[in-house]
């Protein structure tokens, strides 16, 4: 497994912008594919967004295409949510997560990722 820190969250108004990290542990970054997932108090974890070993395939929630960026470095074990024109309905505790698998049908469901960083908390006003 690989080890995830995520941060970049705080505290911003709507129609503003965050920038999410995701470091990553270890030497073999890039054989995972990387994932946004994100849970609101009361609510389930949900899909944000991921992307594949090299970055080449990206895939998004419908709420955040147009607005949400993923993308990744693996010469430097990160990868990033860039968040535009933020609502308030993105308030929630962000997480970093990867899986080695690129199955589609699978990808937006979190038992498909076997590793999770700790969370950080957006929280984005009205």
């Known amino acids: 497994q690989v080890q995830l820190v995520e941060s970049g969250g705080g505290l911003v108004q709507a129609g503003g912008s965050l920038r999410l990290s995701c470091v990553a542990s270890?030497?073999?970054?890039?054989?995972?594919?990387m994932g946004w997932f994100r849970q609101a108090p009361g609510k389930e974890r949900e899909f944000v967004a991921a992307?594949?070993?090299?970055?080449?395939?990206?895939y998004y929630q419908d709420s955040v295409k147009g607005r949400f960026t993923i993308s990744r470095d693996n010469a430097k074990n990160m990868v990033y949510l860039q968040m535009n024109t933020l609502e308030p309905e993105d308030t929630a505790v962000y997480y970093c997560a990867a899986t080695m698998v690129w199955d589609f049908d699978a990808l937006s469901r979190p038992p498909n990722f076997g590793s999770w960083g700790q969370g950080t908390q957006v929280t984005v006003s009205s």
């Open positions: 270890g030497r073999t970054f890039s054989r995972y594919v």
């Open positions: 992307i594949s070993w090299t970055g080449a395939r990206t």
